[in-house]
């Protein structure tokens, strides 16, 4: 059995402009190792959705990208609040993001339908008090 | 049309000039980054009122070669900045972003058939 890809990121929950950074290098990776561009193309959508909750919601933490031969695995993990409740998170225009990010196009309630709408497997767990992991794989190989 | 004909075109005052020599093939115009995530088509124009430096990273992830701030919005200078080091075209109009996108529509940029 052959090993991943394995590359984590830490991401920083201070500063909303330091949003994209751990995508941008999630991006430039996929490229390096001949990912095919549409496949990059939803990656990068899934990476920069994952860190900018990250960001707004989770306080920070950390990103990790591992390519598989089958396929592409992106996990975003904080030890923030936790969602309450992941039905009305996964809900299409429900945000909880405050309204001075909202201002800046950030917290539509877009991000995590996004992230789902590119993945091929999706997995959000999450603990009141203990944090958030998120999961999300890409197919390389449709079978 | 290629970015530096859309910009002269237009009257655009050019921050960035990016790679003039590209050519569009649609645009988008939405303030929600993750609107714009989710939308947009590698080789569109985004249009937008957003000046702060996330518009350079979702333009760089979705490939968006070229930005317009409509309003006369002045991109703040880490934009700027960041757009000229990734090679993305930014550039500033003053009309709104309805008469500016009605202007990319009258040079034939855009139309139903979506790729």
Known sequence: ?143 | MTIGEICAALRLDVVSPGDGAREIENVIVGDLLSHILGEAREDWIWVTIQVHLNVAAVAALKELPLVILASNRTPQEDLAAKCREENIALAISPLRAYELCRQLAALGIGDARES
């Open chain 1, 1 to 143: 059995m052959s090993s991943p890809y394995v590359e984590s990121y830490a991401v920083d929950g201070t500063e909303l402009v330091s949003i994209g950074e751990a995508s941008t290098k999630i991006k430039s990776v996929l490229k390096m190792l001949g990912i095919p561009s549409d496949l990059i193309r939803r990656a990068a959508v899934v990476a920069y959705e994952a860190e900018m909750n990250l960001v707004i919601h989770g306080g920070g933490g950390e990103m990790e990208l591992e390519v598989w031969p089958e396929c592409i695995k992106i996990s975003a993990v904080d030890t923030g609040p936790g969602i309450p409740d992941i039905g009305k998170a996964m809900t299409e225009g429900f945000s909880t993001a405050p309204e001075k990010i909202r201002e800046m196009g950030f917290g539509a309630g877009m991000g995590l339908p996004n992230i789902k709408r590119n993945s091929d497997g999706f997995e959000l767990l999450s603990e009141v008090g203990k944090g958030t992991t998120l999961r999300s794989e890409i197919l390389l190989q449709k079978t």
